[in-house]
């Protein structure tokens, strides 16, 4: 079994996009996305409704979550730094995470088949 890495890309909505095609270049088959509220060094702002000051300190982010074992670790970064950066405060985080098993529901195959396009595997 090969090893498989998880790597969560916390970033703007509106980088999703360039993120998207760009693991799509690099061979990235499967990811997860979510609508996440969060913060960081940015800590949100001040908006007015209705006559009345709110500080909105949660601000609206994407989660991608790709796992990976055929494509290298290191090219997913970098494809993912060079999508999401804008040199701003808020561009966001990468984080990357070993794995330790998974497991395809349909045929119950565990281990790095499990996450592998069945139809890549000889």
Do not use: W
């Not at 079994?1 to 999703?16: F, G, Q, S, V, W």
């Not at 499967?30 to 209705?50: D, I, N």
């Not at 119950?108 to 069945?118: R, S, T, Y």
């Amino acid at each position: 079994m090969r090893k498989m890495t998880k790597i969560d890309i916390i970033t703007r909505p509106a980088k999703l996009e360039e993120l998207k095609e760009a693991m799509n270049v690099i061979g990235v088959t499967g990811m997860t996305v979510t609508q996440v509220y969060g913060c960081g060094l940015q800590k949100g702002h001040t908006e007015v409704y209705r006559g009345k000051e709110y500080t909105i300190n949660l601000l609206p982010k994407v989660k991608v979550e790709i796992v990976v074992c055929e494509v290298p670790v290191e090219k997913v970064l970098e494809a993912a730094k060079k999508a999401c950066h804008t040199g701003q405060i808020g561009d966001g985080k990468i984080f990357v995470y070993p794995i330790e098993n998974a497991i395809r529901i349909r045929t119950g195959e565990e281990g790095d088949i499990a996450i592998m396009d069945p139809s890549d595997i000889k």
